[in-house]
């Protein structure tokens, strides 16, 4: 049996496997047998067989923002009532799911979809993401990803923070 990939993690930071695993959610090589994704929440993270999984997606209009990386689909809630459907690329997914998982401030090329682009092509990258995923409060203000000047004045850092009160869930497919 093949190990599955572990997650994306940041490669701007050195920290050693243990604190790792702990802002992953838990080790990626502990994974149950029936396991289909990982599923992260505000609650924390859990492994869903697929049985679960179907049963689970029916739950959409539960969050404020669903990622669901099975289908590469995601549902965000505007107001009470009205959600707005998209679907992601690979790479998008890839880089916003980074971001989530981490919960820290990340420049984009720092990810593992921004490596392989210049800095420019990975801003534009997480732009096009963002704007499939979050909403927008103001002219340029969203309401999950923050912006945060990085030391280096050219080099702008992004960080997902959720609102008080609000529900997001990250679906993580288990490739083996």
């Given at each position: 049996?093949?190990?599955?990939?572990?997650?994306?993690?940041?490669?701007?930071?050195?920290?050693?496997?243990?604190?790792?695993?702990?802002?992953?959610?838990?080790?990626?090589?502990?994974?149950?047998?029936?396991?289909?994704?990982?599923?992260?929440?505000?609650?924390?993270?859990?492994?869903?067989?697929?049985?679960?999984?179907?049963?689970?997606v029916?739950?959409?209009?539960?969050?404020?923002?669903?990622?669901?990386?099975?289908?590469?689909?995601?549902?965000?809630?505007r107001?009470?009532?009205?959600?707005?459907?998209?679907?992601?690329?690979?790479?998008?997914?890839?880089?916003?799911?980074?971001y989530?998982?981490?919960?820290?401030?990340?420049?984009?090329?720092?990810?593992?979809?921004?490596?392989?682009?210049?800095?420019?092509?990975?801003?534009?990258?997480?732009?096009?993401?963002?704007?499939?995923?979050?909403?927008?409060?103001?002219?340029?203000?969203?309401?999950?990803?923050?912006?945060?000047?990085?030391?280096?004045?050219?080099?702008?850092?992004?960080?997902?923070?959720?609102?008080?009160?609000?529900?997001?869930?990250?679906?993580?497919?288990?490739?083996?």
């Amino acid at each position: 049996m093949t190990q599955p990939k572990p997650l994306p993690r940041p490669v701007h930071q050195d920290v050693p496997d243990e604190i790792a695993r702990v802002l992953e959610g838990g080790a990626p090589y502990t994974i149950p047998r029936e396991g289909h994704c990982r599923v992260v929440t505000n609650d924390g993270a859990a492994y869903l067989a697929r049985r679960d999984y179907d049963a689970f997606v029916r739950k959409i209009p539960a969050y404020d923002l669903l990622i669901d990386g099975v289908r590469m689909k995601v549902f965000t809630r505007r107001g009470c009532t009205m959600i707005r459907k998209a679907t992601l690329s690979p790479s998008e997914f890839v880089m916003i799911s980074e971001y989530i998982v981490t919960g820290q401030p990340i420049i984009p090329t720092h990810t593992q979809a921004g490596r392989r682009r210049s800095p420019q092509a990975a801003r534009k990258l997480f732009e096009r993401a963002r704007r499939k995923v979050d909403t927008c409060t103001g002219r340029r203000t969203y309401r999950f990803f923050k912006l945060h000047p990085a030391m280096d004045s050219h080099k702008i850092a992004f960080e997902f923070v959720p609102p008080e009160g609000t529900t997001y869930c990250l679906i993580v497919p288990i490739h083996r």
